[in-house]
């Protein structure tokens, strides 16, 4: 299911469809969400922690991790140090802050997109985006 780049192959805890937890959640090395969070969730180790949210989970709080599968609902900031992969069916609404990222189409991300690289943070202006001119209309 998973390789090198997308973080553990181990999912250590799971939240079940129909359960709603409540609160800032921590997690330590894989975390499965197929039901919803209302608050924060966050990695315990700074180095390896992988979110798998299913397409009928969602998150309404920020999200840090090492390691993000994404194919359900994040209402609020991400922030992820190093893989984000963005199946067909999720939906973010806030900023996304990564390192690589694999967006597959029918992806939405309403909020912008930060690529951090060495620990910075590289956004772009829309005046800094090359414009595209249409020689038929001039």
């Known amino acids: 299911m998973f390789n090198k780049k997308k973080g553990s192959t181990k999912i250590d805890s799971l939240i079940g469809q129909g359960t709603t937890v409540t609160g ?6 894989g975390l499965r969400l ?3 969070i209302i ?3 966050s990695m315990t180790d700074e180095k390896n922690g ?12 920020k999200v840090v991790c090492s390691h993000l599968i ?11 140090s ?5 199946q067909s069916k999720s939906r973010i609404r806030g900023d996304l802050a990564y390192k690589t990222l694999e967006m597959h189409p029918g992806a939405i991300v309403d909020g912008r997109l930060i690529h951090v ?5 590289e956004e772009m202006a829309i005046d800094d985006l090359p414009r595209v001119v249409d020689s038929k209309a001039e």
């Open 24 to 29: 800032h959640v921590k997690f330590a090395g």
């Open 34 to 36: 197929d039901g919803a």
């Open 39 to 41: 608050g924060d969730v």
């Open 50 to 61: 992988t979110l798998v949210v299913s397409d009928k989970a969602k998150i309404e709080g």
């Open 70 to 80: 994404l194919n359900g609902e994040i209402c609020g900031p991400i922030e992820v």
């Open 82 to 86: 190093h893989y984000v992969e963005l």
């Open 117 to 121: 690289h060495n620990g910075q943070r």
